[in-house]
Protein backbone atom coordinates (compact mmCIF):
# COMPACT_ATOMS: atom_id res chain seq x y z
CA UNK A 1 0.00 0.00 0.00
CA UNK A 2 2.53 2.43 0.89
CA UNK A 3 4.17 1.44 -2.32
CA UNK A 4 1.41 2.34 -4.35
CA UNK A 5 0.87 5.81 -2.72
CA UNK A 6 4.28 6.36 -3.13
CA UNK A 7 4.75 5.91 -7.30
CA UNK A 8 0.91 7.68 -6.75
CA UNK A 9 3.03 11.09 -5.44
CA UNK A 10 6.22 10.11 -8.12
CA UNK A 11 3.66 10.34 -10.88
CA UNK A 12 1.79 13.38 -9.86
CA UNK A 13 5.22 15.38 -8.80
CA UNK A 14 6.82 14.65 -12.63
CA UNK A 15 4.20 15.74 -14.07
CA UNK A 16 3.64 18.77 -12.36
CA UNK A 17 7.63 19.24 -13.15
CA UNK A 18 6.63 18.71 -16.54
CA UNK A 19 4.23 20.81 -17.42
CA UNK A 20 5.95 23.70 -15.21
CA UNK A 21 8.82 23.31 -17.67
CA UNK A 22 6.62 23.58 -20.77
CA UNK A 23 5.02 26.83 -19.19
CA UNK A 24 8.38 28.34 -18.01
CA UNK A 25 9.78 27.76 -21.60
CA UNK A 26 6.92 29.46 -23.72
CA UNK A 27 5.16 26.64 -24.74
CA UNK A 28 1.53 26.76 -25.68
CA UNK A 29 -0.59 25.84 -28.05
CA UNK A 30 -1.02 27.05 -31.74
CA UNK A 31 -4.19 28.74 -31.84
CA UNK A 32 -5.20 31.57 -34.41
CA UNK A 33 -2.60 33.96 -34.51
CA UNK A 34 -3.80 37.77 -35.28
CA UNK A 35 -3.21 39.61 -38.40
CA UNK A 36 -1.49 42.99 -38.42
CA UNK A 37 -4.01 44.46 -40.71
CA UNK A 38 -7.77 44.84 -40.32
CA UNK A 39 -9.51 44.47 -43.47
CA UNK A 40 -8.21 42.25 -45.92
CA UNK A 41 -9.96 41.51 -49.73
CA UNK A 42 -9.56 38.16 -51.28
CA UNK A 43 -9.29 37.49 -54.70
CA UNK A 44 -11.26 34.42 -54.98
CA UNK A 45 -14.83 33.94 -54.55
CA UNK A 46 -16.03 32.70 -51.05
CA UNK A 47 -18.24 30.73 -52.94
CA UNK A 48 -15.56 28.37 -53.65
CA UNK A 49 -13.30 25.64 -51.49
CA UNK A 50 -10.23 27.10 -51.28
CA UNK A 51 -11.97 30.95 -50.91
CA UNK A 52 -14.76 29.87 -48.21
CA UNK A 53 -12.14 27.58 -46.08
CA UNK A 54 -9.68 30.39 -46.09
CA UNK A 55 -12.42 33.29 -44.89
CA UNK A 56 -13.63 31.08 -42.35
CA UNK A 57 -9.52 30.75 -40.80
CA UNK A 58 -9.20 34.69 -41.17
CA UNK A 59 -12.32 35.47 -39.34
CA UNK A 60 -11.06 32.85 -36.59
CA UNK A 61 -8.20 35.16 -35.72
CA UNK A 62 -10.64 37.55 -34.54
CA UNK A 63 -8.49 40.71 -35.44
CA UNK A 64 -8.95 40.71 -39.58
CA UNK A 65 -12.18 41.37 -41.19
CA UNK A 66 -12.48 39.57 -45.06
CA UNK A 67 -14.50 42.66 -46.86
CA UNK A 68 -16.01 42.18 -50.77
CA UNK A 69 -14.73 45.62 -52.19
CA UNK A 70 -11.01 45.87 -52.66
CA UNK A 71 -11.02 49.67 -52.04
CA UNK A 72 -12.57 49.17 -48.75
CA UNK A 73 -9.81 46.67 -48.05
CA UNK A 74 -6.27 47.48 -46.18
CA UNK A 75 -4.60 44.80 -48.04
CA UNK A 76 -5.28 42.59 -50.81
CA UNK A 77 -4.68 39.46 -51.59
CA UNK A 78 -4.25 38.41 -55.34
CA UNK A 79 -3.70 34.97 -56.77
CA UNK A 80 -1.75 34.40 -59.12
CA UNK A 81 -2.06 30.49 -59.99
CA UNK A 82 -4.15 27.88 -58.28
CA UNK A 83 -3.13 24.85 -60.76
CA UNK A 84 -3.88 20.84 -59.35
CA UNK A 85 -2.05 17.91 -61.23
CA UNK A 86 -2.08 14.77 -61.85
CA UNK A 87 1.00 12.40 -62.87
CA UNK A 88 1.64 9.26 -63.12
CA UNK A 89 4.54 8.14 -60.93
CA UNK A 90 5.03 4.51 -61.99
CA UNK A 91 3.59 1.26 -64.22
CA UNK A 92 2.88 -2.49 -63.90
CA UNK A 93 4.92 -4.67 -66.10
CA UNK A 94 1.67 -4.83 -67.96
CA UNK A 95 1.41 -1.00 -68.47
CA UNK A 96 -1.55 -0.36 -66.18
CA UNK A 97 -0.76 2.61 -63.73
CA UNK A 98 0.05 1.54 -60.51
CA UNK A 99 0.82 4.87 -58.71
CA UNK A 100 -0.70 8.51 -59.18
CA UNK A 101 1.22 11.74 -58.15
CA UNK A 102 -1.26 14.88 -56.92
CA UNK A 103 0.35 18.12 -56.77
CA UNK A 104 -0.96 21.53 -55.81
CA UNK A 105 0.58 24.91 -57.21
CA UNK A 106 -0.44 27.81 -55.34
CA UNK A 107 0.99 31.41 -55.89
CA UNK A 108 -0.34 34.46 -54.73
CA UNK A 109 0.99 38.05 -53.25
CA UNK A 110 -0.07 40.72 -50.55
CA UNK A 111 -0.52 44.00 -51.75
CA UNK A 112 -1.16 47.06 -49.45
CA UNK A 113 -3.85 50.37 -49.97
CA UNK A 114 -0.55 52.12 -51.43
CA UNK A 115 0.06 49.46 -54.26
CA UNK A 116 3.37 48.35 -52.13
CA UNK A 117 4.14 44.81 -51.91
CA UNK A 118 3.87 43.33 -48.50
CA UNK A 119 4.61 40.08 -49.55
CA UNK A 120 6.28 39.38 -52.90
CA UNK A 121 5.28 36.41 -54.77
CA UNK A 122 5.10 33.13 -53.50
CA UNK A 123 4.59 29.89 -54.50
CA UNK A 124 3.03 27.03 -51.69
CA UNK A 125 3.02 23.71 -52.98
CA UNK A 126 1.16 20.57 -51.41
CA UNK A 127 1.69 16.84 -53.03
CA UNK A 128 0.34 13.37 -52.48
CA UNK A 129 0.85 10.16 -53.51
CA UNK A 130 -1.34 7.27 -54.02
CA UNK A 131 -1.49 3.65 -55.31
CA UNK A 132 -4.71 2.91 -57.79
CA UNK A 133 -6.31 -0.14 -58.62
CA UNK A 134 -8.24 -0.73 -61.60
CA UNK A 135 -10.45 -3.38 -59.55
CA UNK A 136 -10.93 -0.41 -57.43
CA UNK A 137 -11.80 2.61 -59.46
CA UNK A 138 -14.75 4.39 -57.05
CA UNK A 139 -12.96 4.06 -53.84
CA UNK A 140 -10.30 5.48 -55.41
CA UNK A 141 -11.65 7.94 -56.67
CA UNK A 142 -12.84 8.85 -53.69
CA UNK A 143 -9.45 8.73 -52.08
CA UNK A 144 -7.95 11.12 -54.76
CA UNK A 145 -10.37 13.55 -53.46
CA UNK A 146 -9.97 13.39 -50.15
CA UNK A 147 -6.27 13.75 -50.76
CA UNK A 148 -7.46 17.03 -52.56
CA UNK A 149 -9.26 18.60 -49.67
CA UNK A 150 -6.41 17.41 -47.25
CA UNK A 151 -3.75 19.55 -49.92
CA UNK A 152 -6.05 22.27 -49.87
CA UNK A 153 -6.37 22.24 -46.06
CA UNK A 154 -2.41 22.30 -46.02
CA UNK A 155 -2.40 25.30 -48.37
CA UNK A 156 -4.76 27.31 -46.55
CA UNK A 157 -3.04 26.59 -43.22
CA UNK A 158 0.60 27.63 -44.73
CA UNK A 159 -0.83 30.74 -46.33
CA UNK A 160 -2.22 31.93 -43.13
CA UNK A 161 0.78 31.45 -41.69
CA UNK A 162 2.30 33.88 -44.02
CA UNK A 163 -0.31 36.59 -43.41
CA UNK A 164 0.35 36.27 -39.80
CA UNK A 165 4.23 36.74 -40.27
CA UNK A 166 3.39 39.98 -42.03
CA UNK A 167 4.70 43.48 -40.22
CA UNK A 168 3.18 46.35 -41.40
Same mark, same amino acid.
Given at each position: ????????????????????????????????????????????????????????????????????????????????? =???????????????????????????????? =???????????????????????????????????????????????????????
Amino acid at each position: MVQHSRRRLLTAASTLAVGSLLAGCGFRLRGPQPLAFATIYLGTSQNSGLGAQLARHIRATGSTEVVADPAQAEVSLQILR =DDVSREILSLTGAGKVREYQLTRDFAFQLVGR =DGALLVPPTQLTAQRDYTFQDERILAKEQEESLLLADMQNEIVRQLVRRLAAVRK
